[in-house]
Antibody
Framework: EVQLVESGGGLVQPGGSLRLSCAASGFTFSSYWMHWVRQVPGKGLVWVSRIKTDGTITSHAESVRGRFTISRDNGKNTLYLQMNSLRAEDTAVYYC??????????????????WGKGTTVTVSS | DIQMTQSPSSLSASVGDRVTITCRASQSVTNYLNWYQQKPGKAPKLLIFAASNLQSGVPSRFSGSGSGTDFTLTINSLQPEDFATYYCQQSYFTPPETFGQGTKVEIK
């Protein structure tokens, strides 16, 4: 079964750090780009970060750039999100998602086709 | 960054109704447009990719159309399990991967 399982969430004080993990199984993890997406309870989905198959290319949303770092260990089939200098506005459910893709003609289409159940991060004193 | 705007933000419908949700991009994303369904307390689920391609396992009452800046998600004969929030997402100009604000489909 194709599966993503997040862990590492919890309560942290403002300015603190947390590392989220996302364990992948049921597919060749090293063949897929991966994303982190977050959602404040009752609000919409917000993309956070993405990483290339081999970890050599990463991107982060402007709101977390310089504070969050996405990484991966293909040997362990695990995706990470290191979150530093946490703020109250980082409080959210964090999902990892697989970047599925399909070639149609000469075009490559990307989408988030497998999602974990999420892990909750609460930043509060 | 490309902005994605969905309308309406919420709607009330009855079982058996046909429901249409619109997503507009601030500039053309050709057909690099995906739709997701999210139920309360659950992760999002991919419904449609590349504007009109149904993800495997998704019921055929769901369909997507559009290109450029204007897109539509249609649910034919709404079922009880379809009451959820729906999001569009563009994958043309990335990063960032941008989502619409969501459309909540509620029971009338």
């Amino acid at each position: 079964e194709v599966q993503l399982v997040e862990s590492g969430g919890g309560l942290v004080q403002p300015g603190g750090s947390l590392r989220l993990s996302c364990a992948a199984s049921g597919f060749t993890f090293s063949s897929y780009w991966m994303h982190w997406v977050r959602q404040v309870p009752g609000k919409g989905l917000v993309w956070v970060s993405r990483i290339k198959t081999d970890g050599t290319i990463t991107s982060h949303a402007e709101s977390v750039r310089g504070r969050f770092t996405i990484s991966r260990d293909n040997g362990k089939n695990t995706l990470y999100l290191q979150m530093n200098s946490l703020r109250a506005e980082d409080t959210a459910v964090y999902y990892c998602a697989r970047a599925g893709w399909l070639q149609l003609g000469s075009e490559y289409y990307y989408y988030m086709d497998v999602w974990g159940k999420g892990t909750t991060v609460t930043v509060s004193s | 960054d490309i902005q994605m705007t969905q309308s309406p933000s919420s709607l009330s419908a009855s079982v058996g109704d046909r429901v249409t949700i619109t997503c507009r991009a601030s500039q053309s994303v050709t057909n690099y447009l995906n739709w997701y369904q999210q139920k309360p307390g659950k992760a999002p689920k991919l419904l449609i990719f590349a504007a009109s391609n149904l993800q495997s396992g998704v019921p055929s009452r769901f369909s997507g159309s559009g290109s450029g800046t204007d897109f539509t998600l249609t649910i034919n004969s709404l079922q009880p399990e379809d009451f959820a929030t729906y999001y569009c997402q563009q994958s043309y100009f990335t990063p960032p991967e941008t989502f619409g604000q969501g459309t909540k489909v509620e029971i009338k």
